[in-house]
């Protein structure tokens, strides 16, 4: 790990977490899966790059196994209790011909069942590639936890992912400035371990790049269970 915190600083890198064999293998099966138009594949560019993809647990049986490492087993197991699993499962590139970026945000989303249970702890239903959302509450959001698997080594020339330290205790926390922003720089197979309400945003690659930018983007809970008979869309627990 690096001297980044999760607790203190919402994040933290997990370098070398997942080995080469198993990044080559997930940018493989994902090419293949990719291939054809899928209801997950929604975001191709003019040359068939795919630069977003979403409900990966139904499509791409490796993203409920590729986690299940000791590193990353135990990592999760310390984090988020005996209980955990995945409950989502979303991709995104920035391939050199559609690079892209976001304006500063936090992850508020998540997937589940049914979002038309009333319930005080979620609000502003919505559909995604077909799977009901709803913005979920801070008690609910500050128990999540992301890793974001990096399939391609991530400079400044790339488009890296931005997080502001400290902004993740609530929806409404900002951190101390944007001047304490970090760049998230990466090698292949490294993870970044996020709390979904930490601020973050990604700006564009730069221009001429032959860089791609491939993250797997995996949201784990720590429990089955959602306040109120709301259910999780898919909750994959590790293998006994």
Request: hydrophobic residues 40%; proline residues 5%.
């Amino acid at each position: 790990m690096d001297e980044w915190d999760l607790r203190r600083d919402g994040f933290c890198m997990l370098r070398q977490a997942v080995c080469q064999a198993s990044v080559a293998r997930l940018l493989a099966v994902c090419g293949t899966a990719f291939e054809d138009e899928t209801k997950s594949v929604r975001a191709r560019s003019s040359r068939g790059h795919v630069y977003a993809a979403r409900n990966l647990i139904d499509s791409i049986p490796d993203v409920t196994t590729v986690w299940q490492c000791e590193v990353l087993l135990s990592f999760l197991r310390q984090q988020l209790g005996a209980e955990f699993g995945l409950v989502r499962a979303l991709f995104f590139d920035k391939p050199p011909d559609r690079t892209w970026g976001l304006a500063w945000h936090k992850d508020m989303s998540i997937a589940v069942k049914e979002n038309t249970i009333a319930s005080a702890a979620f609000s502003r239903p919505t559909v995604k590639a077909g799977v009901p959302h709803v913005i979920a509450c801070d008690k609910v959001l500050k128990q999540l936890l992301t890793l974001r698997i990096h399939l391609d080594e991530v400079t400044a020339e790339n488009g890296p992912l931005r997080v502001i330290p400290g902004s993740h205790r609530t929806s409404d926390t900002t951190g101390e400035s944007l001047e304490t922003a970090v760049d998230i720089h990466a090698a292949a197979g490294d993870v970044l371990a996020m709390r979904p309400l930490i601020s973050h945003s990604s700006g564009a690659s730069t221009p001429g790049t032959r860089r791609h930018r491939r993250i797997l983007h995996l949201e784990f809970a720590p429990s089955p269970s959602l306040p109120d008979g709301m259910e999780w869309h898919d909750f994959v627990a590790p293998d006994a």
